[in-house]
């Protein structure tokens, strides 16, 4: 098989369109097209208009090095100097302008989400909402192209994907209409009620400013001071402490709108709701384990997991649903307040209405121009969609432009291509920094008679944003919140409760752990105190943890009924886009290795296939004993017992242990692996001799989630049926309750 052919017929990974010569290329020809899995922004112009040019537009072009100008240039290795040894003279005007953009190539970070990642895709609407909204890309069979981005929220651009942390889930919507952000969370709750604490949340969360430690967690002083004291924060902080927090990936995660919105229809009429978006692989996480060893072993874990997924066809997709509500005065919803960010409606008794599909199909081709220059609003709306008085929407519909103009040098970001509207613009803005438009005509103003008048208002008729004339109370001006924002614990409360055995102990084990990192006791028996206003079993396992006594309520608890939706266990998802690591020693007959291969891609799956060295003539392994680790695989195979690789030496890879002198039944590094695979609750299988290496470690061939057999389909069978509960919790029972 060729180098092209194996790239063709092969899995993600691969640096370039096509594959690099051992020697330096000197034959000049154009730059190669991006990988199929690429594509950039759409080609229309900074005022919106199609330009009907190919992606390739805005790419680099032409064969030859130039300057900035076009200017060709024979040389970028060498100074213009003053004879081979002089100095450096000052008209090198190819030298300052390389080296000046070199300087300013780096932008100002996002304050928060600065580490994230991003991709291109698709939206189409099932036409269910036109009842409740007039907007166009909700109509029936709608199709708008979209470009999503996740991160996290505390860490800098440098910092690890899988850290315990609220993710953002931000979708920008290219509509006929305009742009539309949807401007969310993975957590459908936040942590504060008003916007003007959100600088006091951030700063206690950041690194602690005298040594700028701990980079991107929570765990430290500042952040428990702040929630403990702030108890309006218990709701998302719980959250933050369950598996929601060290999310499995992008392509397993929920999205949140967090706030209430309102829709308008054609008629008028509004209805409230909130925004979900569903993962159609389901909700899953990572267990502690896992995400420490990724962040060490692969830091990049989550961007190159959905970077790779779609590159390998495994397109993820989430369904976009909403909770519909009366839009009433009062703006409540069985007794919730729909106006507080920190609480939710039960999905019991607000179902989520599915509206439409979302498929992300195409990797960004360059991630600076792309995924770190998007630049998202809440305030970004089209007609058929307004806002509600949530006090902490008001505050990002200021911050989130501010931050915009702060960070892409001026007033004209909506230009750069990732965030130009696909629609008309014609907004009589001029000037400042980065303007790339061309406006014409001499009246940006009106009324106006010197331009004929144009631009023209547009009434609701035709498709102007009209907001919705909601009527006032009267009042006075005050510094206060409603007296259904003081409840700070029944909503915590029914979380817990609606947690399995296992999600509890994670949930103990993360709260252990951060207030364990807090140097002074007062916090914790603060944070304690705010526990015990959840539910005694938590409040006592984790006080048991921390060495303290476990407080009692200050009053009686909240009487909430559980809300099953709130669980991730229990469920059964589709296994398309699950990643197989299959452990091969990489010689002899190895049909049985390909015909699972060949089995898990027709699945749809991502097979992996993990041998003693990269390569292979008839089956190709992507992965090693010394590169593979099992935070990578959501199941792993094995064919046989593999012999231990030769570089299998203490001295070279720590993971080797005393390495093959020590005569093991097969690599130490596979040991580790499946060790790890096992204690991490995922699918285990093997055939041929694989009792061996079962004994070796102590597992049993019929332990929950181990399937053992001489035929390789029935492994593959079995795991698949396993793989579709995410994990095989029965593994390991937990001694947390179900319930009370």
Not at 4 to 17: F, Q, S, T, V, W
Request: charged share 20%; glycine share 8%; with cysteine.
């Amino acid at each position: 098989m060729s180098g092209n052919d194996r790239r063709e017929a092969e899995l993600p990974g691969a640096p370039a369109a096509r594959p690099a010569p051992l020697e330096e290329p000197t034959e000049p020809h154009d730059p190669w097209p991006p990988k199929p899995d690429q594509h950039g922004p759409a080609t229309v112009s900074p005022t919106g208009q199609p330009t009907g040019a190919d992606e390739a537009a805005m790419a680099q072009a032409g064969a030859y090095h130039t300057t900035a100008q076009g200017l060709r240039l024979p040389d970028t290795d060498h100074s213009l100097k003053a004879g081979p040894r002089g100095p450096v003279l000052l008209q090198d005007h190819h030298l300052r302008e390389k080296i000046t953009h070199f300087d300013h190539e780096r932008i100002p970070e996002r304050v928060v989400h600065a580490r994230g990642a991003g991709a291109h895709g698709v939206f189409r609407s099932y036409g269910t909402a036109v009842q409740v909204t007039k907007a166009a890309f909700l109509a029936k069979d709608a199709e708008t192209p979209v470009f999503v981005r996740f991160s996290t929220v505390l860490g800098s651009r440098g910092s690890a994907d899988t850290v315990r942390d609220t993710r953002g889930f931000a979708t920008k919507f290219y509509t006929s209409e305009g742009v539309f952000d949807l401007v969310g969370n993975n957590i459908p709750v936040f942590f504060i009620q008003d916007a003007i604490k959100f600088p006091d949340v951030i700063h206690a969360g950041k690194p602690q400013p005298d040594r700028e430690i701990p980079q991107a967690q929570s765990a430290h002083d500042t952040f428990w001071d702040f929630v403990s004291l702030h108890t309006e924060a218990t709701h998302h902080t719980l959250w933050n402490m369950s598996d929601r927090g060290i999310a499995r990936s992008f392509r397993t995660m929920e999205g949140f709108g967090v706030h209430t919105f309102r829709l308008v229809n054609a008629e008028g009429g509004t209805t409230l709701v909130k925004w979900h978006w569903k993962p159609k692989q389901g909700v899953h996480s990572m267990v502690w384990e896992e995400a420490q060893i990724a962040a060490g072993m692969d830091p990049d874990f989550h961007r190159r997991d959905l970077a790779d997924a779609i590159e390998a066809g495994a397109y993820p997709e989430w369904e976009l649903g909403i909770q519909t509500f009366p839009d009433t005065p009062e703006q409540m919803f069985e007794g919730i307040d729909l106006l507080d960010p920190t609480k939710i409606v039960p999905e019991e008794i607000a179902p989520v209405q599915p509206v439409g599909l979302l498929t992300l199909n195409a990797n960004p081709s360059n991630f600076f121009a792309e995924t770190e220059q998007i630049a998202f609003h809440p305030g970004h709306l089209v007609p058929g969609i307004d806002i509600t008085d949530d006090p902490l929407l008001a505050g990002r519909l200021f911050s989130y432009i501010d931050t915009q103009i702060m960070r892409l040098g001026g007033p004209n970001f909506a230009q750069i291509p990732i965030n130009r509207p696909h629609a008309p613009v014609n907004d009589m803005q001029r000037d400042s920094f980065h303007q790339t438009a061309v406006h014409r005509g001499v009246a940006p103003y009106r009324p106006n008679s010197l331009d004929g008048g144009c631009p023209f208002a547009a009434g609701a008729a035709e498709g102007g944003y009209v907001e919705v004339p909601v009527p006032l109370a009267e009042s006075k001006k005050v510094r206060e919140a409603p007296a259904t924002f003081e409840d700070h614990f029944s909503h915590p409360r029914r979380f817990w409760l609606s947690m399995s055995p296992v999600e509890k102990e994670h949930i103990i084990n993360a709260y252990t752990f951060e207030l364990s990192k807090c140097w002074e006791r007062s916090i914790q028996e603060r944070q304690l105190r705010v526990l015990a206003h959840i539910d005694p079993y938590l409040c006592e396992q984790v006080a048991n943890g921390l060495g303290l006594p476990a407080p009692a309520a200050s009053g009686p608890l909240a009487d909430v009924q559980p809300s099953p939706a709130l669980s991730q266990v229990g469920k059964e998802w589709p296994v398309t886009g699950r990643i197989l690591g299959i452990v091969t020693g990489g010689t002899g007959d190895l049909s049985d290795v390909a015909a699972v291969r060949r089995s898990a891609l027709d699945a749809g799956m991502v097979p992996l296939v993990i041998a003693p060295t990269l390569g292979g003539d008839t089956v190709h392994a992507q992965r090693t004993f010394a590169n593979a680790r099992s935070i990578e695989f959501d199941a792993l195979v094995l064919a046989g017992t593999p012999a231990p690789g030769a570089d299998a030496l203490g001295a070279r890879d720590a993971k080797a242990g005393e390495g093959a002198a020590a005569g093991p039944v097969t690599d130490p590094r596979v040991m580790l692996l499946i060790d790890e695979t096992y204690r991490h609750a995922k699918p285990l299988g093997g055939w041929g001799d694989v009792q061996r290496t079962w004994e070796v470690l102590n597992i049993a061939p019929d332990a929950p989630g181990v399937i053992t057999s001489d035929d390789p389909a029935a492994v593959f069978d079995g795991i698949v049926t396993r793989l579709r509960y995410h994990r095989v919790w029965d593994r390991f029972p937990a001694q947390a309750p179900a319930t009370y």
